[in-house]
Structures are given as C-alpha cells and as structure tokens.
C-alpha cells in the first residue's frame, strides 16, 4: 500500500499522469470546450491520491463500490473482494466464490450484487455473512451486465431502439409485485448496441449510458424517472473524437466509462482501446461538457464516496493499481486543466 504522496511533477494533462494532484477546471463558456469563459465559471475538481494498492497483472476489474468508510468491495472474474484501504488487507467477501458480479450497490444500508454466472442476488452484510437468492434466468433479461440496485428495486435493460431503452424495475426482495416497465430516451447507434449499455447506481437513482459513440447518458431518480440528460452535440465536437471518426461517423476507438455523480457536476473518461489515451471530461449539473482534457495515461474512476469526498479508480503505472483519491472543488484562478502538486 501507498500512502498520499506527490511526485513533484507540474504537467499539462496532455502528458503522463503522475500521482500528484489531478486538476480538472470547467467553466461554463458557450464558444467552444477550451474557449474563455462567457458566463458564470465552474469549481475546479482537484484530486489527490491518498493510497493506491497493487494488483496481480492479470487481475482484471470490472467495478466496485465503497463498503464503508474503510473498506472497498470491489469485483473481477478471478473473485469479489473486501479490501480494508486503512491497513491494504484484502479477504475474499463470501466463503462460496463469487466471480460473475456484473453489478451492485446498497439497498436498506446492506450491499447488494447480481450474480450473473448463477443468476443469484448476493447479500453481503459483513464478510463471509453472503445470502444468495437465486433468480429465475429470464427475471432481469438477456442484457444481464446492465443491472442495478435502486432503493425500489432491480433495473436492467430488457430492450429498446436508436432512441428509447426498455428497463424493467423489479421489486426487492422478490416480492409478488409486478414488475414495472420504463422507457428512458437514449440515443444510440443502432440495437447492436444493447449489449453496450450500462446502468450504475447513484445516490439519487441510476445512470444509464453506452459505452459506444455517441457516448450518450441519462441520470434518472429511484422511480425510473428521468433527471438530468447528457448534451451529445457537445461531445461530438471534441477534437481527440474527431480525429479518429470513421466513414459511419462513429468513434470505434473509443469507450466510455459510466460518469460518476460529483454532485455539483459529473466527470467521465472516455478510454482509448487502442492505447493508453484517456479523455477526461466534467459535465455542468445540467448535462453539459464543459471541460474535455486528453490524458497520455491509462486511468480510469468507478465508485464516489460524496460524504467523505473520495474517489476509487484503477490506474497502470508499471502495472495495475487500485487507487483512492480524495477530491474537493475550489474556484479556479484560471480555466486551463492541469496535473500539479
């Protein structure tokens, strides 16, 4: 384990990323993503590594949540593990492996998990404390990689078109309510991109997105009700996209991590599967990029802790690492991205 440090460096983020201080300015400018601001300016979001921790080279992760205020529950196909960040000791969560979580979150004050390769809902109240409840297999449909807990019920994706996708809520506890279906408005590339869809819970609901061009999202509340709707227009300006657009105007190079809820924005990272560029990018309260950043170095963020200011992401730095950020917005003295101490 790695506690804080900084490396001295002070770099644009157009070059390595070091393990210092993480600067992200957005200002709210209507002319452009790196014009002069022509209204009210943003806060900066600055990040700080507090710890990171090593990973075997081919430990793959998939995604993770914040288990309490010392300990991360995170998951890949080789097991779902509970590390303890204030001593970097890690156990197994469930004496029975768990190796197909594809999603999960807190419901009631207990962390939830879908197990997909036994269509099982694992409670996990303490370690080794796991109850599975087995799920008939067509209960959350044929998208089972987009699934989330919210604090009504399940939501997965059981379908959709170019512009709407069809999720159903099922209610917890696998009670005798019906479950309720929902059209949320998403635009997409066509259905082959169903596959590529992701939910990931919020605070406030979930997020709904694609992980393909045009890298669309929407932030709706625990009822399936839509609240805030990314500006698409705004993405496909950005110059990195581009650069790399294909004869059908899509950006096949490029993926997009679900966005995580920063509460007076939302930050994002488009990952380059070609090579380690990343593009960073914050969105307004209102869905609007404001800021888009590209980064020579792979990073990545998936689990916000909005109490206590944190951040979990995974960085390749010599080799995998698990890292937790802390992170606090402060008005800028300019407008420009940079990587400091």
């Known amino acids: 384990m790695v506690q804080e440090q900084d490396d001295g460096l002070s770099l644009s983020l157009r070059n390595s990323l070091p393990v210092g ?14 014009s002069p601001p022509s209204g009210p300016v943003l806060p900066e979001l600055r990040l700080v590594t507090t710890a990171s921790f ?23 196909p080789s097991g779902t593990w509970l590390l303890d960040i204030s001593r970097g000791a890690r156990q197994a969560v469930c004496q029975r492996p768990l190796t197909g979580v594809s999603g999960g979150g807190p419901i009631g004050g207990v962390v939830h998990l879908f197990d997909t390769a036994s269509h099982s809902i694992v409670k996990v109240r303490s370690p080794g404390d796991c109850r599975w409840t087995a799920t008939p297999a067509t209960a959350y449909g044929s998208h089972s990689a ?19 996708v069809r999720l159903t809520l099922r209610p917890n506890e696998l009670t005798d309510r019906e479950p309720r279906t929902v059209d949320i408005p998403l635009q997409m590339a066509g259905t082959s991109d169903l596959p590529w869809l992701f939910l990931t819970p919020t605070a406030s609901g979930a997020f709904l997105g694609s992980r393909r061009w045009p890298f669309a999202w929407v932030l709706f509340d625990h009822l399936a009700r839509p609240i805030v709707r990314s500006n698409i227009g705004s993405t496909m300006l950005v110059p990195e996209l581009q650069k790399t657009r294909d004869s059908s105007g899509g950006a096949p190079n490029w993926h997009a991590l679900p966005p995580l809820d920063l509460e007076r ?12 560029e990343r ?11 404001v800021r888009s950043r590209l980064l020579n170095g792979a990073i990545g963020f998936f689990a916000v802790d909005r109490v206590q200011r944190r951040l979990l992401g995974l960085r390749f730095a010599g080799g995998p690492e698990l890292v937790v950020y802390s992170g606090r917005w402060s008005h800028p003295r300019n407008v420009h991205a940079e990587v400091r101490k």
């Open 21 to 34: 201080w993480l600067a992200v300015a957005a200002c709210m400018g209507g002319r452009g993503l790196d």
């Open 54 to 76: 090593p990973l075997a080279i081919t430990e793959r992760v998939t995604g993770g949540l914040w288990f309490d205020s010392t300990r991360v529950l995170y998951w890949a």
């Open 279 to 289: 593009i960073l990018q914050v969105f307004d309260p209102a869905g609007r990029l």
């Open 146 to 164: 987009a699934i989330a807990p919210t604090a009504h019920g399940w939501l997965s994706v059981i379908g959709g078109g170019v512009e709407t």
């Open 265 to 276: 924005g939302f930050l994002r990272v488009l990952v380059n599967i070609r090579n380690d």
